[in-house]
C-alpha cells in the first residue's frame, strides 16, 4: 500500500473486518432478548444503529447516519458488499493512500444516509418508519472512484460479461435510478441509498477538481518563474533508458491495447515493478503529464509511467 506497504494496515481490510465482526455480532444477538422477551436483542441494534428516519427526525439519532452502514441483514447482504469493498476498494487506496480513502469512503456512505434520510422522510409511509442497514452507499461512491481513477479497467460483470469500468458505472447508475422510479420509493433494495453514494462521490470528484484548479494556478505560477531562471542553462531533456522504454510502451498500450505488446515488453514491465516496487510518495495520478517539466525531471518518473501502464494492463 502507498502509505503502509502492507495490507495488514489497509484500511480496505480493516473495514472488511469490521463489517463481518459486527455482522456476527448481530447473528449472536438475535436470540438474545433485553427487557421485552417479544423483541430479539438483534432488533435492538437495528433499532438503535440502522437509518430510521423517524428516528433521526424526532429523536435526534444522527448517529443512525454513519452507524447504518456497518450493519446488514443478511450473509448475502455482508459478502456481496465487502466483496465489492475488496475489489474496487484496494486499486483506490493503492492510487490515493489510506487517509483520503477512508475520508472518500466515509463522505460518500454518510451521503448515502443523508440521501436515505431525505428521500424517505418525504416519501413518508412504511419509508420513514424501516431501518435502512448495509455499506451499499459507500461502496457504490467506491464504484464511481474505481471508474474516475481507472476508467479502461476492464471489470467481469457478472463474473463473465468483460466492460470497462467507466460503462459500469453508467450502467448501475442507470439501473439504480429506473429501478427506484418504478418502485417509487418502496423497494426492500435502497436504490435511493446508491445513486446517494454515486452523487456524493461526484460531489467529491468536483470538489478536489475545483480546489486542484486554484492550488494549480498558484503552482503554475512558480513554475514558470524557476523556468524563466533557468530555461537558458538547462540542458535538453535526454530520457533515461528505462524510461525511454517505458515511454515506447505507454505510448503502444495506450494506442493499440495490451494486445500490441510484445513478450519482452512484459517481461521488462514486471522487471520495472521489481525495481520499482520500494519507491512510494507518489504524486496523484491525474497530475501526471509527461510534456511537464516538472515530471520530466522528477526522480520519479519511471514510477508513474509504470503505473500509467499498469492502468491498461
Known amino acids: 500500500m502507498n502509505e503502509t506497504g502492507t495490507y495488514t494496515k489497509s484500511w480496505v481490510v480493516r473495514l472488511i473486518v469490521l463489517n463481518v ?3 456476527f455480532m448481530q447473528e449472536i444477538f438475535s436470540a438474545g432478548q433485553i427487557g421485552d422477551p417479544s423483541v430479539p436483542l438483534g432488533d435492538m441494534i437495528t433499532n438503535y444503529f440502522g437509518l430510521r428516519p423517524i428516528l433521526v427526525m424526532e429523536k435526534f439519532y444522527v448517529w443512525q447516519v454513519v452507524t447504518y452502514m456497518f450493519l446488514h441483514g443478511g450473509f448475502f447482504h455482508v459478502f456481496l458488499n465487502m466483496y465489492a469493498l475488496l475489489i474496487f476498494g484496494i486499486p483506490v487506496e493503492q492510487a490515493w493512500g489510506s487517509r483520503r480513502f477512508l475520508a472518500y469512503y ?3 456512505g454518510t451521503g448515502a444516509g443523508i440521501t436515505i434520510l431525505i428521500i424517505n422522510t418525504l416519501l413518508g409511509a412504511t419509508n420513514y418508519l424501516v431501518p435502512t442497514i448495509g455499506a451499499s452507499g459507500a461502496v457504490f461512491g467506491l464504484l464511481l472512484a474505481f471508474g474516475m481513477l481507472f476508467p479502461d479497467a476492464q471489470i467481469l460483470l457478472f463474473f463473465f460479461i468483460p466492460m470497462r469500468a467507466k460503462f459500469l458505472v453508467f450502467l448501475y447508475g442507470g439501473l439504480e435510478l429506473y429501478a427506484l422510479i418504478t418502485s417509487g420509493g418502496q423497494s426492500p433494495i435502497s436504490h435511493t441509498g446508491h445513486l446517494g453514494g454515486l452523487l456524493f462521490g461526484i460531489i467529491y470528484f468536483l470538489i478536489i477538481r475545483n480546489r486542484r484548479i486554484s492550488f494549480k494556478s498558484k503552482v503554475i505560477k512558480a513554475r514558470l ?11 535538453a531533456y535526454q ?9 515506447n510502451i505507454l505510448d503502444k498500450i495506450s494506442t493499440a491495447g495490451s494486445g500490441s ?7 521488462f514491465i514486471k522487471y520495472m515493478e521489481i525495481m520499482l516496487q520500494d519507491v512510494d510518495g507518489l504524486c496523484v495520478e491525474e497530475d501526471f503529464n509527461l510534456d511537464d517539466n516538472f515530471c520530466k525531471n522528477c526522480k520519479n518518473v519511471e514510477a508513474c509511467l509504470l503505473r500509467k501502464i499498469k492502468n491498461y494492463l
Open 261 to 267: 505488446l510484445s513478450d519482452d515488453d512484459y517481461q
Open 225 to 235: 518563474s524557476r523556468e524563466i531562471k533557468r530555461k537558458e542553462t538547462m540542458p
Open 239 to 247: 530520457p533515461r533508458d528505462n524510461e525511454s522504454r517505458l515511454r
Open 21 to 23: 465482526v459486527i455482522f
Open 106 to 108: 466515509l463522505f460518500t
